[in-house]
């Protein structure tokens, strides 16, 4: 069974730091895509970050040149660092990660539970 675990929340004044972390946990996964999603109260989920197998990354708009994806593919980890903040990143942030296993071998989507994310002062 497939799980993702996230940790690295919290409350941080703005222009401040913060560093997600997010752990796929199953047996034999095949992982493709993994990213970052975020929904504000009131508002859809939206893309902010993903990143490919291969290292290749994409962002939205509204946080390029602040934030940054990586992964490391041995550990089956995707992370987000969230420099120079601001009160507009306050979401709930979620996990996303497309994967394959030897019972399930097409491809789906999976889900973290979501990590508040607060940028206030």
């Known amino acids: 069974q497939v799980q993702l675990v996230e940790s690295g929340g919290g409350l941080v004044q703005p222009g401040g730091s913060l560093r997600l972390s997010c752990a796929a946990s199953g047996s034999r996964l095949n992982i493709n895509a993994m990213g970052w999603y975020r929904q504000a109260p009131g508002k859809e989920r939206d893309l902010v970050a993903q990143?490919?197998?291969?290292?290749?990354?994409d962002y939205a708009d509204s946080v390029k040149g602040r934030f940054t994806i990586s992964r490391d593919n041995a550990k089956n980890t995707v992370y987000l660092q969230m420099d120079s903040l601001k009160p507009e990143d306050t979401a709930v942030y979620y996990c996303?990660?497309?994967?394959?296993?030897?019972?399930?071998?097409?491809?789906?989507?999976?889900w973290g539970q979501g990590t508040q994310v607060t940028v206030s002062s």
């Open positions: 990143i490919t197998s291969a290292g290749l990354t």
């Open positions: 996303n990660a497309v994967i394959a296993t030897p019972t399930a071998p097409i491809r789906r989507s999976y």
